[in-house]
């Protein structure tokens, strides 16, 4: 995986992360609602991205998803004093445990992906 298909990918965690967050922050303030949807959309667009540079589209939904759930969760407890019982804790380890196993079952670049990119 290049630095550019990572860089991608972690910059649509951050901005699912992000309106997740503001998602949170709209039940008691709804001028949040605005940010929810300009980050949503920003990180379905950027996901997008990262699959026409030719990423695995389970390694790529499975990193997405889990990251966000595991960075969501954590900084729940962080901005909204939120408690992770001891089950969301192995939930969060087993997804975790999930993705690495998603990832080294996934090749390596979808070679006919990239071939119709750079045409």
Known sequence: MTARRILLLVAAILAEVAATLMLRASVVDPIWIPGV???????FFIL????RLGMPLGAVYATWSASGVALVAALGVVFFGEHLSIGAIIGIAV???GVILVESGSPEESESVEAEVTE
Do not use: R
């Open 95 to 97: 997804i975790i445990i």
């Open 48 to 51: 997008g991205l990262t699959q």
């Open 37 to 43: 949807v300009v980050f949503y959309a920003i990180a």
